[in-house]
């Protein structure tokens, strides 16, 4: 992401040295790719992450294949005196509604992910048929089809940040984590906490 900012603010800037808009051109349809190359990087790596942390090891949150596993880790880690307090705060057994959604959560990153790039290929092609030199009213209108698709990219990024605020709470309710630096449901729980708050 970085990468398409610095590639956008080094062509703006060169076009204003230039006084040539092919630069400025490009610049557009340059940082629509490498914003939705990363983007779409950081997506498939956290849906990997939701499938294989969460989704797999609990059979799709199913409330008994949780408990199971939840117990087994906590008999692992000696911990069993938190099975109670864990029942009464991260159990979802009476919350279907929410199990539903939470596994729900990456169809809707992903329809907006394909809503966010369609509408940016829409106006990258709607760039390319403005043409005129800088101060024109074609330039304006080019200029304000690459803001656009600035901030069109903004609800793929919230989506993506928003799916990971899933997989930390739901780290939480699977008692996930690293069993070297942390054993025990409690401090598990604070480190998810605290990646969520971050």
């Not at 557009?28 to 790596?45: C, D, E, K, Q, R």
């Not at 090891?57 to 307090?85: F, G, I, K, Q």
């Not at 992903?110 to 106006?123: D, K, L, P, Q």
């Not at 990971?164 to 942390?182: A, E, S």
């Amino acid at each position: 992401v970085l990468v398409a900012f610095v590639f956008t603010f080094v062509f703006s800037r060169l076009n204003k040295r230039s006084g040539n808009t092919l630069t400025d051109r490009f610049c557009g349809v340059y940082s629509f790719t490498f914003l939705t190359i990363a983007l779409s990087v950081m997506g498939i790596l956290t849906a990997k992450s939701f499938l294989n942390d969460i989704l797999r090891p609990t059979a799709m949150l199913e409330p008994n294949v949780t408990a199971t596993m939840v117990y087994n880790r906590m008999r692992t880690d000696e911990d069993t005196e938190n099975w109670s307090e864990w029942k009464t705060e991260a159990d979802l057994s009476d919350y279907a509604f929410l199990r539903f959604w939470a596994v729900a959560s990456p169809l809707w990153v992903i329809a907006t992910f394909v809503t966010c790039i369609y509408h940016t290929r829409v106006h990258v092609s709607l760039m390319t048929l403005s043409r005129g030199p800088p101060g024109s009213p074609a330039a304006a209108i080019f200029l304000r089809h690459e803001r656009t698709i600035r901030v069109l990219l903004l609800p793929a990024f919230y989506g993506l940040m928003s799916l990971q605020g899933v997989l930390f709470t739901l780290g939480i309710v699977i008692n996930g984590g690293d069993g070297r630096h942390f054993r025990g449901w409690t401090p598990r729980r604070a480190y998810w906490t605290e990646m969520y708050t971050a």
